[in-house]
Structures are given as structure tokens and as C-alpha cells.
């Protein structure tokens, strides 16, 4: 099944850079837990391919704007990483882009339970890159993850909430990275 994902990254360093105007964070969700696929998963916003869309440039402005309301005027394509295969059958195409400064967050509470923001800098830094491994029915599966401590608002170090980044979206960041590093 066709589907696109917004690889959203925001401006300076919302995500606890401390308004670092150099810095950029990447715009990740929370799915609610009563929808039919990956349910309560942290995810990019996007979804499957409609027909009247005309490419997954368009599929994944469209659910961005759907999910988060993010409108597209705030959004620059920058291009799009190879598309990823899932074990679900989804064939997703990430479309990476800048968000310019005065977007509004205006999350789809039918699709996304919380939004947040992740320093772009922590994902890329490959010690945050956990592989994992798991025999299924004799095969060997593999994925990876980014458990992100999210420090807390009030600024105090403990306790925080642990984000929980893995499968689909662990892969298309390690592939961004990958890119990144060559």
C-alpha cells in the first residue's frame, strides 16, 4: 500500500535547544490508541495515498495538514528519503521539509493523542540508535529505536516521559542519519 510521511523540522530549537536559531527539532506525534493501524505508536504524520493526490509530495502535505494542521504555507519541501517497506505492507515515501516560523499546531484529536519535538541533533547522534532483534516463526526480524527522554516543561531533571520511538519511523530517522554521515 502506497502511503508518504512529513518529515517535519522546525526552527530553532523548540525542543529544548534553548532557541537556538541554528538548531532544528523534528515534529513527531502521538497516534490515539483506538485507530486500526499502530495505534498509540510515535509517528510522523501522514497516511496512505488517495487518488485525487498527486504525489506523495502531496499525500504527506495533506495529512500533515489533516493530523496536525500544519498548513502547507508554512512548509518547504526540501526532497524525499527512499522509500521504506514495512512488515505491514506499506510502501512509504518520507518527504523531508523545513517548517518556516509562525505555524500553528493544531493536532486531529481522532488521530493524534500528543505532538511534540525531538532536536533533530539527539536523533542523528548514533548512540541514541538501539538495534533489537527477535526470532518470529523462525525468522529473524530486526528494528531499531530512540528512546528519547523528554525533559519535563517545568524544567526540573526528574522524572521525565520517555518517548518511545521505534519501528517505522527508528528506520526512516536512521536513514536520514545515514544520509546525513555520508
Not at 538548531?23 to 483506538?34: F, G, K, M, S
Not at 494542521?69 to 517497506?85: A, K, M, N, Q, S
Not at 526470532?135 to 524544567?155: A, I, K, L
Request: aromatic share 8%; with cysteine.
Amino acid at each position: 500500500m502506497p502511503a508518504a510521511v512529513l518529515l517535519p523540522l522546525l526552527p530553532g530549537g523548540e525542543a529544548g535547544g534553548g532557541g537556538d536559531d541554528q538548531a532544528l527539532d523534528v515534529l513527531l506525534t502521538q497516534r490515539t490508541l483506538h485507530l486500526s493501524t499502530h495505534s498509540g505508536q510515535i509517528a510522523f504524520p501522514g497516511g496512505q495515498v488517495d487518488a485525487a493526490d498527486a504525489s506523495a509530495v502531496a499525500t504527506a502535505l495533506r495529512e500533515a495538514e489533516e493530523e496536525v494542521g500544519l498548513e502547507r504555507d508554512f512548509v518547504e519541501v526540501i526532497g524525499t528519503l527512499p522509500t521504506y517497506c514495512t512488515g505491514t505492507r506499506f510502501a512509504i515515501t518520507p518527504v523531508v521539509a523545513l517548517v518556516r516560523p509562525g505555524y500553528a499546531i493544531r493536532p486531529n484529536p481522532q488521530e493524534v493523542d500528543d505532538v511534540f519535538a525531538v532536536p533533530l541533533a539527539w536523533l542523528m547522534n548514533p548512540a541514541h540508535h538501539r538495534r533489537h532483534a527477535l526470532r518470529v516463526q523462525g525468522q529473524r526480524r530486526e528494528w531499531y529505536s530512540m528512546p528519547y527522554p523528554e525533559p519535563r516543561q517545568d524544567g526540573a531533571r526528574e522524572p521525565h516521559t520517555e518517548r518511545f520511538i521505534w519501528g517505522a519511523t527508528a528506520a526512516m530517522l536512521r536513514n536520514l542519519y545515514r544520509l546525513l554521515a555520508a
